[in-house]
């Protein structure tokens, strides 16, 4: 069902504020209001996220439960929970529009929810947010992220997981004092690291359902003929054994038929010979061309101007260091290749050079390949950053 329509859809339920449904608390109001239900839909475009979910419910893993529902608000916390989401989830810009628009048409936007599926959740932070109250809007100190590992290293430094004080109504300076640094509780965990902990739950299942019907079925007696299948048996084992000693005589029949064409062969060598030497002298050529077109590459790397052999170069970017940041608006080229990474990590690969420019082997001319997925990204990144 589109979100749009399932933002339409009205019930009426009590008030309630972001809860999980393992936490066991709920600090909602006797009051009623009308609540805009996304039903237990999860906002993800994942086309497996229901499955993936029901299997973790079957085997009762902590990431299958109940969703995660958070009354959508203008308070920082929610604000920061609330983007975080988003940039994680992929969720664009139109469907984000969609449900703050439902929330402004609403009294105080009381009865808007984000649901979100557990399994979007590393483990571990999941369960150490349902330990300690359960509220997944709050945000986390760092000494707790240290001590619990709640995020990997390279998201500590991302500014995407850091908690932005300004964000909605904003939080007063004496807390900004108090917590210079803080984390969101971002539902970050990938696609393939869910896939990977439902295919071990299937062939988990699959072992035990396997030993369950071993255990249960008991060795089917000698049936009372048995003495006459082994007569056939015996019979059968004869038959192939007379079908070997034919197939080793033919077998002999082909080599003495190959033994004669040897010589044949060797006369057909020999005339090969000369468009042989032919064919190694070109190819020398087609080598000598690769070994110029690399010295090329060199130049253009260190002397080159703004070209597509130039900005999506790994050489060239070593050697201008802050062009990174002037083209695409990231630190440095490393740090952009590393965002592509984390919000493309099942689309992109990172780890192939762009533009491999090669002369073909008609008489060496270059070619220049078709945009692969990287050059479109960063380009579209560049567009925005530079208007």
Not at 1 to 29: C, F, I, N, Y
Not at 126 to 137: H, I, K, L, S
Not at 221 to 231: A, G, K, R, S, Y
Request: contains cysteine; charged residues 30%.
């Amino acid at each position: 069902m589109p979100l749009k329509k399932r933002l339409k859809r009205q019930t009426h339920m009590p008030k309630a504020v972001e809860k999980s449904s393992h936490s066991g608390k709920d600090a909602s109001t006797s009051e009623q209001s009308t609540t805009i239900s996304i039903e237990d839909a999860c906002i993800c475009h994942w086309p497996d996220c229901k499955e993936f979910r029901r299997i973790l419910k079957e085997n009762k893993h902590p990431l299958g439960g109940e969703p995660v529902r958070a009354r959508f608000s203008d308070t920082c916390n929610f604000q920061n929970f609330w983007c975080n989401a988003c940039i994680n989830l992929h969720i664009s810009n139109g469907e984000k529009k969609q449900i703050e628009d439902k929330y402004a048409e609403t009294k105080e936007g009381e009865g808007v929810r984000v649901v979100i599926a557990r399994h979007h959740w590393e483990s571990n932070l999941f369960q150490w947010t349902r330990r300690n109250g359960g509220r997944f809007v709050t945000p986390m100190q760092p000494s707790q992220v240290e001590k619990e590992k709640l995020l990997p290293d390279a998201y500590k430094t991302d500014d995407v997981f850091k908690y932005n004080p300004e964000l909605g109504d904003g939080r007063p300076d004496r807390w900004k004092r108090e917590n210079p640094t803080s984390y969101t509780k971002s539902p970050y965990q990938s696609r393939s690291a869910v896939k990977i902990i439902v295919d071990e739950l299937k062939s988990k299942r699959r072992r035990h359902l396997k030993q369950l019907a071993k255990d249960a079925a008991p060795p089917p007696p000698p049936p009372d003929n048995w003495h006459d299948q082994m007569t056939a048996l015996k019979a059968e084992l004869a038959g192939k054994d007379k079908m070997i000693k034919l197939l080793a005589e033919e077998n002999i029949k082909l080599r003495l038929e190959k033994n004669k064409k040897v010589n044949t062969k060797q006369k057909q060598k020999m005339r090969a010979k000369g468009t042989v030497t032919k064919t190694t002298d070109k190819l020398a050529v087609y080598e000598t061309n690769v070994v110029l077109w690399d010295q090329i590459n060199h130049l253009i790397a260190t002397a080159g101007g703004l070209s597509r052999l130039t900005i999506f170069s790994n050489d060239w970017h070593k050697n201008h260091p802050d062009a990174a940041h002037v083209l695409f608006g990231y630190r440095n080229w490393d740090e952009t290749k590393q965002y592509l990474r984390d919000y493309f990590p099942d689309e992109l690969d990172i780890s192939i050079e762009p533009t491999p420019i090669r002369p073909n082997k008609r008489g060496g001319v270059l070619e220049m390949p078709p945009l692969l997925d990287m050059e479109k990204c960063l380009l579209c990144r560049m567009f925005f950053h530079q208007s």
